[in-house]
T-cell receptor, first 114, second 112 residues
Framework: GENVEQHPSTLSVQEGDSAVIKCTYS??????FPWYKQELGKRPQLIID?????GEKKDQRIAVTLNKTAKHFSLHITETQPEDSAVYFC?????????????FGTGTQLKVEL | DTAVSQTPKYLVTQMGNDKSIKCEQN?????MYWYKQDSKKFLKIMFS???????INETVPNRFSPKSPDKAHLNLHINSLELGDSAVYFC???????????FGQGTRLTVV
């Protein structure tokens, strides 16, 4: 089955700096890669996603890059703000007979310090 | 209106008991899921249903039995609860495999 590794497990940055979180996946058939943000005590919420036919996608301060050959994808957050502090999860999935089997990474605790 | 709602939000129960968690989505999605988040925040899929049919059943003890009476509901029944079942259980739904999975607010299950 799919295996998703995520690094680092914790990341501390100063407000205004950039943050980068990296993930690798094992199943070359995976073709959808979402990123979720989970604030303390809250539900995971999608912040950005990318499909395998695209190499990069950007949404304001957030960008995701995908390297299919190397089977890794990254989340980039620029101009970080205190409200960006949360746990971030990458995930990978491929079609499984109509079902969506998201396999999540182990999460990155991002702390943005003033 | 809450898109994906699950009840209860908190559940404290004794070992050996049987309990259920209910989930409903009003998004018209075809696919629903149950995820388990352990104390280390690791999110792992348990089950996936597509139009009331079981699609994915990960390596989950058969004490866990999902039931989907219609495509808007996916309930989780757990028999003979064990200490290791303590976790946060999230219900989620999505329209397709390539679209966002919307999560419920989670049910924090504590087995004592």
């Amino acid at each position: 089955g799919e295996n998703v590794e995520q690094h680092p497990s914790t990341l501390s940055v100063q407000e205004g700096d950039s943050a980068v979180i990296k993930c690798t996946y094992s199943d070359s058939a995976s073709n959808y890669f979402p990123w979720y943000k989970q604030e303390l005590g809250k539900r995971p919420q999608l912040i950005i996603d990318i499909r395998s036919n695209v190499g990069e996608k950007k949404d304001q301060r957030i960008a995701v890059t995908l390297n299919k050959t190397a089977k890794h994808f990254s989340l980039h957050i620029t101009e970080t703000q205190p409200e960006d502090s949360a746990v971030y999860f990458c995930a990978a999935t491929r079609v499984t007979g109509g079902g969506n089997k998201l396999t999540f990474g182990t999460g990155t605790q991002l702390k943005v310090e003033l | 209106d809450t898109a994906v709602s699950q009840t209860p939000k908190y559940l404290v129960t004794q070992m050996g008991n049987d309990k259920s968690i209910k989930c409903e989505q009003n998004l018209g999605h075809d696919t629903m899921y149950w995820y388990k988040q352990d104390s280390k925040k690791f999110l792992k899929i348990m089950f996936s249903y597509n139009n009331k049919e079981l699609i994915i059943n990960e390596t989950v003890p058969n004490r866990f039995s999902p039931k989907s009476p219609d495509k808007a509901h996916l309930n989780l029944h757990i028999n003979s609860l064990e200490l290791g079942d303590s976790a946060v259980y999230f219900c989620a739904s999505s329209q397709s495999v390539y679209t966002e999975a919307f999560f419920g607010q989670g049910t924090r299950l504590t087995v004592v």
